[in-house]
T-cell receptor, first 112, second 108 residues
Framework: SQTIHQWPATLVQPVGSPLSLECTVE??????LYWYRQAAGRGLQLLFY??????ISSEVPQNLSASRPQDRQFILSSKKLLLSDSGFYLC???????????FGSGTQLSVL | RKEVEQDPGPFNVPEGATVAFNCTYS??????FFWYRQDCRKEPKLLMS???SGNEDGRFTAQLNRASQYISLLIRDSKLSDSATYLC?????????FGKGTMLLVSP
């Protein structure tokens, strides 16, 4: 069966520090991969999605970036965090575009 | 009009009650529809897909009305464990679009 791993579960970072969140999927090949952010009391905002290695689509302009160095690995990065980057970050995968998503357990990021 | 709209609630119901949520969507070309459940500070989890003919899974019934562009979720015999936020999800132009969710609180 397919599983998705995301870490760390919580992270407290100072403003201006770098960020790297990693997500890996097991049990499937060539998944579509997604990064979402959920700010407190708000809905899910799609940040990036990828349909293959090295293929990244960005949904919103921001100081975050994403990379997909391997088929089942998706990384979310920032060179300098802002206060507004605080939120709950979720990685997800699907078998096909516009199919149901399966989420990792999320990372609660607090930028102070 | 927002792509996916839901009443944020909260819906406060006693155990055993029946409760229904609606969700409207703006993209008439949407083909797939889902309900997700999200507990506080947890990831969303797929509750059920919504099919054109309507579908039922135990105490949960989902329906789609394409003409009026809304989907619904009915929960019968509510349990305390049903307390959560329910997210409506609709296929967009290239990715899924999530509603902001409806909060359900079931009390003893």
């Amino acid at each position: 069966s397919q599983t998705i791993h995301q870490w760390p579960a919580t992270l407290v970072q100072p403003v201006g520090s770098p960020l790297s969140l990693e997500c890996t999927v097991e049990g499937t090949s060539n998944p579509n991969l997604y990064w979402y952010r959920q700010a407190a009391g708000r809905g899910l905002q799609l940040l990036f999605y990828s349909v293959g290695i090295g293929q990244i689509s960005s949904e919103v302009p921001q100081n975050l970036s994403a990379s997909r160095p391997q088929d089942r690995q998706f990384i979310l990065s920032s060179k300098k965090l802002l206060l507004s980057d605080s939120g709950f970050y979720l990685c997800a995968w699907s078998g096909q575009v516009n199919e149901k998503l399966f989420f990792g357990s999320g990372t609660q990021l607090s930028v102070l | 009009r927002k792509e996916v709209e839901q009443d944020p609630g909260p819906f406060n119901v006693p155990e055993g009650a029946t409760v229904a949520f609606n969700c409207t969507y703006s993209n008439s070309a949407s083909q797939s529809f889902f309900w997700y459940r999200q507990d506080c500070r947890k990831e969303p989890k797929l509750l059920m897909s919504v099919y054109s003919s309507g579908n039922e899974d135990g105490r949960f019934t989902a329906q789609l009305n394409r003409a009026s562009q809304y989907i619904s979720l009915l929960i019968r015999d509510s349990k305390l464990s049903d307390s959560a936020t329910y997210l409506c999800v609709v296929t967009g132009y290239s990715t899924l679009t999530f509603g902001k969710g409806t909060m359900l609180l079931v009390s003893p």
